[in-house]
Each structure stands twice: as C-alpha cells, then as structure tokens.
C-alpha cells in the first residue's frame, strides 16, 4: 500500500511544549511552570455573557467573518488602543484563537518557494505553517545581547529576492521581549525599501510592563502592508474559548475569510458573544491581572538572579528565559534533571528554535505561592550542581 502520509506532516516535530506538559500531568507533587496559560478564570461578567447567549438559544451559525458585534467591537479597541482605523466590514475576520489566523493568513499570502523570515526563539507554530502552506522558512536568530530584540541589520542579513513576509512576534514568546516605537521604525523602513509584508502576532499586547504597546501597523505605510492577529486567550484568560481575531487590508482579508469559510466555516458563536463583553467591559480586568503579572514578573527576575542564574529582564508577556549555559548542561537535560530530582516541569530554550540553546523557558502565569514553592526547588537544583563544579 502507498504511503497515505504527507512528507511534510511526517517530518513536521511535535511541540517540544507539550512533551514536558504531558510528563508532568502524570507526576505527583509535580509543579509546572512551563504552560502559558493564565491562571486567572475568565472574569464572571465575560462568562455570564457567554451563559447567558447559550440561555437565549443563539446557537446557530454567525456569518462567515464573525459575529458582526464581535467585529465592530474589534475596531472600536484596536482604535482606542492603538489609533488604528479598520472597516469592520472588510478589514476584519474572527478566528479559532490567534492560531487559525497565523495558519490562514499564511496560506492566503504565500506561493510555494517564498520566504518567510521567522526571529527565534519564537512561538512553535510559525515554522510548521510556513511549511504547509509549501513556503520557505528563513530563521533569524536573535541575540540575548540585543535582549532578544530584532535589529535591521539582523532583518537585512537575510533578506532576498524571494523574502516576501516577515512574522513579527512581539511582545515575544518565549523570551518576554518587546520592540519599542524606535526598533518598529528601523524595521518598516527595510520593510518599505524591500517590499515585505509583515504578519505582526501581537497576542501578549496587553501584557507589556514598560509603556504602552505599539504595532508596527501603527507607523506610516505599514498598515497596508500588515496583517495584525490579537485574540482574547491571554488578555482576558480566555484560552479555552478558542477565539482571536485578524486586522488587514481588504484584499489579504477576502482570502483569508475564504479559507476559514472551507476550512472553520465560523468561530464558536458562544466565544463571541462573550467577548464582545470583554472588549466592552473588560479593560479593569486586564488592568488587574496586568499587575499581578508584573508583581511575580519581577519576583521570578529577582529570584533567579539571586540565585546565580543570568537572566536579562523581560518586559512582556509572562515568561522569563534565563540562560543556564554557565552549568555546561544542554536546555533539554537541564529541564530533564530538574523534572526529575526536583519535580519542577520548564520548557527548554530549543523548544523554540536551535538558537534557544542554552535557555529556558519559564512561566510565571502561576499564583505567587506556586512560584515560591517551584523557585525554591530550582534554588535547590541549581546549589547542588554548584556544589559539583
């Protein structure tokens, strides 16, 4: 019989996320800090909503693009936050989390044989959607030097006559990276110079520490050459909703809708209504558990320095990405021995590209308790291979 498998499923690796996800669920008196997946329930008013459309019948199908509510409520915030102007009609679709739209909008703008500049260490799904929608993935590696931060000159090093979309994932997972107003100006104009769309996954805007977020769509003659995704799974602790959502221009947006037609059909009607409450209502939630995250963001900084580890200050998201190369252990059997002998479950760096090398991932989407309890374990771990050296 013919091999029924595609070669690029088969040579695709699994998320190296899940890997340590699935051991710890198994261990007892394990603690993870490696999912990022707020902690926080999803505030009651927003699943009131979501009860309460399900109490009302609304059931059915919304049109293809999204609960027309939903979409105009999209535009009302990404105006208020980021003064950007987009036709709800036209310029903006409701996706399966911010996930659907990476794959989507990926597969509505690249041929075969294109190139998409992908910076890691980054998000686990870039690679794999570039690849099945038969594109090239370019890796730009970026430095703990720089703070993680792309630089123009690291842009322009890999660009061709075949580079036609950058993925632009800040604030950054894993390393808690953000770009500021001057690095977002450097990197539109090679984007202008060079003519490079840009698919700017902007998941954790609502968790920046240091100013206000800024999207790149924001600068001048970027908005029409930028496909912005954002959803609700991080901001409002709305993972399991599954709904995100894309802001473009009209020509990008009316084939990106055309996939999901064929591929979703629409995202669940129940998630919608309840985030239309989100965006209405939900700014003093995201305020508060912003500040949470802050409070422990700085906790795990402090604490990891203290403890000898070299770890740069992360200032979005919530992950901190310390090195640990001064042990002479690989990221995978670092995280592997730490599991292991102290019961405490991180992501190593290469989860998220070869260049991660050398790093970890650590969440701190977990109550403070958790992370004191968790970090004095690695405080443990880490005097014990001291004590060795």
């Not at 030097?145 to 997972?173: A, C, G």
């Not at 670092?334 to 190593?348: D, H, I, S, T, W």
């Amino acid at each position: 019989m013919r091999d029924p498998l595609s070669n690029i499923a088969k040579e695709m690796k699994p998320s190296g996320i899940r890997k340590f996800f699935d051991i710890v669920s198994e261990m007892k008196d394990a603690i993870s800090l490696g999912v990022g997946e707020p902690d926080f329930d999803t505030p009651w008013h927003i699943r009131e909503e979501g009860i309460y459309s399900l109490e009302r019948g609304r059931t059915f199908y919304t049109s293809n693009a999204g609960l027309k509510e939903l979409k105009i409520e999209v535009c009302k915030y990404l105006k208020r936050k980021l003064n950007l102007g987009y036709n709800y009609n036209t310029d903006v679709m409701i996706t399966v989390g911010g996930s659907e739209a990476i794959d989507i909008a990926m597969r509505a703008m690249l041929d075969p044989g294109d190139e998409v500049l992908i910076p890691q260490p980054s998000y686990v799904s870039y690679v794999p959607c570039a690849e099945l929608a038969h594109a090239v993935p370019v890796i730009i590696e970026l430095k703990e030097e720089n703070q993680f931060r792309l630089t123009k000159e690291e842009l322009l090093e890999k660009i061709t006559d075949k580079t036609k979309l950058l993925i632009l994932p800040f604030p950054n997972n894993p390393t808690g990276a953000i770009l500021e107003q001057e690095d977002l100006e450097d990197i539109a104009r090679v984007c202008i110079e060079h003519d490079i769309f840009v698919l700017s996954d902007e998941i954790y805007s609502e968790l920046t520490y240091k100013g206000e977020h800024i999207s790149i769509a924001c600068i001048p003659g970027m908005k029409e050459r930028t496909v912005l995704i954002n959803g609700f799974s991080k901001a409002y602790a709305m993972t399991g909703w599954r709904l995100g959502y894309a802001a473009a221009p009209a020509i990008i947006m009316e084939q990106m809708i055309k996939i999901h037609q064929f591929a979703i059909m629409c995202a669940p009607t129940t998630s919608q209504y309840a985030a239309v409450e989100a965006l209405k209502n939900g700014d003093k939630d995201v305020k508060k558990m912003r500040e949470s995250y802050n409070q422990r963001r700085r906790y795990v900084v402090h604490e990891l320095r203290d403890m000898g580890m070299d770890c740069f200050e992360p200032f979005g998201a919530f992950y901190v990405f310390p090195s640990i190369k001064k042990f002479g252990m690989t990221s995978e059997e670092f995280a592997n021995r730490l599991l292991e002998e102290e019961k405490v479950a991180v992501v190593p760096g290469t989860a998220f590209g070869d260049c991660g090398e050398g790093f970890l991932r650590i969440s701190y989407a977990y109550s403070l308790e958790d992370l004191k309890i968790a970090l004095g374990r690695v405080r443990k771990f880490v005097g014990k291979l001291e004590e060795k050296a």
